[in-house]
């Protein structure tokens, strides 16, 4: 049966051990592949197979990076 091939969010989030509103916001930026059908993420089981979980954190922040200090004038 085709939707076999298919799981729901919350068997997603027990799959990738995260939590569901976090594999929604996956499924609505795209970055995990998903249709919405009646109010509902159906996503394919190959896909959460090929998922990587984003790192966490800023991914613009520069490890090291310090603010210089603005010197005062004599």
Known sequence: MILDSFCTARE???QLDRSIPQV???CQ???LQAEL???RWLIS???IREFE???RG???WVKGYKRSAKK???
Do not use: F, L, Q, S
Request: hydrophobic fraction near 30%.
């Open 24 to 26: 929604v916001r996956y």
């Open 72 to 74: 005062k004038k004599k």
């Open 37 to 39: 059908m009646a109010d």
């Open 53 to 55: 979980i984003p790192k």
């Open 45 to 47: 089981r190959e896909a």
């Open 58 to 60: 800023n991914p613009n």
């Open 12 to 14: 997603a989030a027990k």
């Open 29 to 31: 930026t795209g970055k």
